[in-house]
Every structure is written in C-alpha cells, then in structure tokens.
C-alpha cells in the first residue's frame, strides 16, 4: 500500500504589517513586550524592557504573555499591542 502525503497545507493567520523603519530613538515611546509562554521568555523580556528603560525616556511599557508557545498570538492580544505599543519586542525563552 502508497500512502502520499501533501506537505502543502492551509493556514488562516492573518499578517500584520511590520512597523515603520528609521527610529532614531525610543524617547517618547510605549514599548510592547511579547513573551512566547516558554520558560525565562518573561523574565529575558522583563531584562530588555528595564535596560531600554535605562537607556531611553519611555513613555511607558505593555507586556503580554502569549497563552501557549506553540499556538500564534491570538487576535486580542495582537489587537491589544498594536493600539498600546509603538514598538513591539517579541522574545522566546529556553
């Protein structure tokens, strides 16, 4: 018995543009902080945001968490960061 297998499949995830290049700086700006849900992501992101924070006057900081590291960003929560954030950071942990 020939078992094929189609490798092509169907995704319903919807793109969203990329933001804007040529930022100068992040003074002034909401930073989105995006965590997989994978061990440390938070705590990594948490470190970045602090250091940033640091470093530039931030308007201030979102942080979301997504609900698992292997399914996409549910809509909400990508809705949510793009009406909050000016700039988004996604991080993976392990």
Same mark, same amino acid.
């Given at each position: 018995m020939t078992i094929l297998l189609n490798p092509e499949g169907s995704s319903e995830e919807k793109r969203q543009p %990329?933001? $804007?290049r040529g930022y100068r =700086? %992040?003074?002034g700006m909401t %930073? #989105?902080?995006l965590g997989n849900a994978k061990l440390n992501a938070d705590e990594v992101l948490q470190a970045i #945001?602090?250091?940033l924070g640091e470093r530039y006057k931030l308007k201030g900081v979102v942080h979301r968490k997504? $609900? =698992?590291f292997s399914h996409p960003v549910p809509q909400q929560?990508?809705?949510e960061m *793009?009406?909050?954030a000016d700039v *988004? %950071?996604?991080g993976v942990g392990d």
């Open positions: %990329l933001a $804007p =700086s %992040l003074d %930073l #989105g902080l #945001g602090d250091l997504k $609900p =698992s929560t990508l809705d *793009v009406e909050a *988004v %950071l996604a």
